[in-house]
């Protein structure tokens, strides 16, 4: 079966330090990978798409793609407070098959 | 650009009563049509996907049921809702290729 694990379970960081979280999945044969926030229950907000190994950069927010150790990272650069959220690594197999971690809570202090 | 409404924004139901949420698509002929579920606190759950009108199949079984009338319409209904229905229900549509998803806002489901 397919899963998805983030790391850490919650982290706190100060403005402006660069915040980093991990994603591990356990099936190479993953078509693409997702980066998503989602603000107190509310619709998700797409923030990185990756498909091949090596980084992907979206304004403030970096992803990093290594298959091979099935692992998948998010960089947050100079983050705000407005970027307090939990962050959700999903992983997109065949027919449209999309498996969610179960999330990161990120907390940003002024 | 792709739209996704879904409705109602919030629900507090009985134990035992039915239910039925909405989502409609606008912007996209013949989408991949998703149903996900997240408990208070738990992970997303995708529950049905949708690929043509009138097929519908289960990923996972929760005593829920969807079905797709129109091309742009999907609906997730049961007929006695069960105290562990209550969480957040996002409806997405997507290919089954690398093109990104897109979310509706969700259904907040208290029951009590």
């Known amino acids: 079966q397919q899963k998805v694990q983030q790391s850490p379970e919650s982290l706190t960081v100060s403005e402006g330090a660069m915040a980093s979280l991990n994603c591990t999945f356990s099936d190479g044969t993953s078509n693409n990978f997702r980066w998503y926030r989602q603000h107190s229950a509310k619709g998700l907000e797409v923030l990185v798409s990756?498909?091949?190994?090596g980084e992907k950069e979206e304004g403030r927010f970096t992803a990093h793609l290594n298959r091979a150790n099935l692992h998948v990272s998010l960089h947050i650069r100079e983050p705000q407070p407005s970027d307090s959220a939990v962050y959700l690594c999903?992983?997109?197999?065949?027919?449209?098959?999309?498996?969610f971690g179960q999330g990161t809570k990120l907390s940003i202090k002024p | 650009a792709q739209t996704i409404h879904q409705w109602p924004v919030a629900e507090i139901k009985a134990v035992g009563s039915p239910l039925s949420l909405g989502c409609t698509i606008k912007g996209k002929s013949s989408p991949n049509l998703y149903w996900y579920w997240q408990a208070t606190g738990g992970t997303l759950q995708q529950l049905f996907y949708s690929i043509t009108v009138g097929q519908v199949e289960s990923v996972v079984q929760l005593n829920l049921s969807a079905s797709r009338p129109k091309d742009d319409q999907f609906i997730l209904s049961t007929e006695k809702l069960l105290l562990s229905h209550s969480g957040f229900y996002l409806c997405a549509q997507g290919d089954s290729g690398n093109s990104d998803y897109t979310f509706g806002s969700g259904t907040r489901l208290l029951v009590i």
């Open positions: 990756i498909f091949s190994d």
């Open positions: 999903a992983v997109n197999y065949n027919q449209g098959k999309l498996i």
